[in-house]
Structure formats: structure tokens, C-alpha cells
């Protein structure tokens, strides 16, 4: 089996049910690269939870998915003791972020209790 080029990333995004990156897609969403590190890979593979794929680091995953907080937009600067905003090119990812939010997740992904839960009577009878 051949191996995956890890230099190229890839240009749609890797959450189920979302077309961000498709031609498709008439809206440019921003796509971010899934980190190298193992343990954080592993957190957004475990929070993404796509069958059949496994996320590694030449995947990508839209600003659709991610918290306002987790992505800068705006970088700080210190100019005579003022703290100026300039609007950066590219947005960014904080280090610590992780995608939390699957508008488009089909159901089969997301997590239900089983009926029988709901028929269990609680207490003696």
C-alpha cells in the first residue's frame, strides 16, 4: 500500500458531512492543519470520531469546527506602551485548540442512550 505524500495537505475538510473545501462550497471557509504532536492528534481524531479514515497531520479540518477563542485573527503589538490589533493575513490557531463543534455530523455520530435506558424503572417497585 502506498504511503500519503505528509508534505501535501489536503484541501477539504476532514469532518464528516462537511463540504467546506468542495468546489461545492460556494464560502471560503479557513482550513487548519491537524497538529503533529500524538497526543493532541489523538484529542481531535477522538473529538472528530470519522470511521474508515484516520486523521493524521497532512489533514485538515475548517473554522467551522473550532471555537471563536481558539482561532486569532488579530495580532498584538506593544507600541509605546499602547496595545495595538493588526488584522493578520491568515487566521490561526491558539496551541491548546481543539475542533468542538459538528454542525453537519450525521446522526449515526452522535451519541444517544439506548431506549432501554428510559424503561428502567429507578427504586424498588
Not at 81 to 109: C, M, N, R, S, W
Request: charge should be positive; proline fraction near 10%.
Amino acid at each position: 500500500m502506498p504511503t500519503r505524500n505528509r508534505e501535501k495537505r489536503d484541501s477539504t475538510c476532514f469532518v464528516p458531512g462537511c463540504n467546506s473545501g468542495y468546489r461545492s462550497c460556494k464560502t471560503k471557509f479557513s482550513l487548519f492543519r491537524a497538529p503533529k504532536e500524538p497526543e493532541r492528534l489523538q484529542q481531535w481524531a477522538r473529538n472528530i470520531k470519522r470511521g474508515g479514515k484516520t486523521l493524521d497531520d497532512a489533514c485538515v479540518v475548517c473554522e467551522r469546527h473550532f471555537e471563536p477563542s481558539f482561532i486569532e485573527r488579530t495580532f498584538k503589538i506593544v507600541i509605546q506602551g499602547k496595545v495595538e490589533e493588526i488584522p493578520t493575513d491568515v487566521p490561526l490557531l491558539v496551541k491548546v485548540a481543539v475542533p468542538t463543534i459538528f454542525p453537519d455530523a450525521p446522526k449515526y455520530l452522535s451519541k444517544c442512550l439506548s431506549k432501554w435506558r428510559f424503561d428502567v424503572p429507578f427504586g424498588p417497585s
